[in-house]
């Protein structure tokens, strides 16, 4: 028998009754009366739980790697503020020396020519504290601030008004926006 042949008599011949039209052909589909509907239903029971895990998983993921994030930006802004910390308790303990330059340098003897070799390192000093972030407040003739001036005297004063800095008893510095000791000012009354 040749090929053309078994091909042939392997394919069911087609009944011509409209009754055989109208009745579904058997195939592979999840029809219910098919021998392969159960294994069919129970495929797609897997794969709906397959799917529901793998978003379970997909959200899980989602929110470890948000955590992550959140963790890793936390620790970073921890560590940039322990560095601000200790940058300022180490500049704070230099003021009382800038102080002390700066007393000595307003009463210098102007006919001492090592005065000036002494201004310079006063400078240099400034200039090395400044580029660390130091910032002077400026606090004589503004209104008083309790952020930032700390009055140790209040005085009766005909040129300013009331609340006003008369004078600046020692200089108050901030390390970028924050406060590491502020101004000590005489206020008008």
């Given at each position: 028998m040749s090929k053309k042949e078994k091909l042939h008599q392997s394919e069911p011949e087609a009944e011509s009754t409209p009754e055989a039209a109208a009745a579904p052909v058997a195939g592979p589909g999840p029809e219910a009366g098919s021998d392969i509907y159960p294994a069919f239903a129970e495929l797609e029971k897997h794969l709906a739980e397959a799917e529901s895990q793998a978003a379970e998983y997909k959200d899980g993921w989602q929110r470890s790697a948000a955590d992550f994030q959140n963790y890793r930006r936390r620790v970073e802004a921890e560590k940039a503020e322990t560095y601000q910390n200790a940058v300022g308790s180490i500049i704070k303990r230099y003021l009382?020396?800038?102080?002390?330059?700066?007393?000595?340098?307003?009463?210098?003897?102007?006919?001492?020519?090592?005065?000036?070799?002494?201004?310079?390192?006063?400078?240099?000093?400034?200039?090395?504290?400044?580029?660390e972030g130091l910032k002077r407040i400026e606090a004589e003739g503004q209104m008083f601030d309790p952020n930032?001036?700390?009055?140790?005297?209040?005085?009766?004063?005909?040129?300013?008004?009331?609340?006003?800095?008369?004078?600046?008893?020692?200089?108050?510095?901030?390390?970028?926006?924050?406060?590491?000791?502020?101004a000590l000012v005489r206020v008008a009354q």
């Open positions: 009382p020396i800038l102080d002390d330059m700066e007393r000595a340098l307003a009463t210098r003897p102007a006919d001492l020519a090592w005065v000036d070799g002494i201004e310079l390192i006063f400078r240099k000093l400034q200039f090395i504290l400044e580029s930032f001036h700390e009055a140790i005297l209040q005085e009766p004063s005909e040129d300013h008004e009331s609340g006003q800095i008369i004078a600046v008893v020692q200089n108050g510095y901030m390390l970028g926006e924050r406060v590491i000791r502020p």
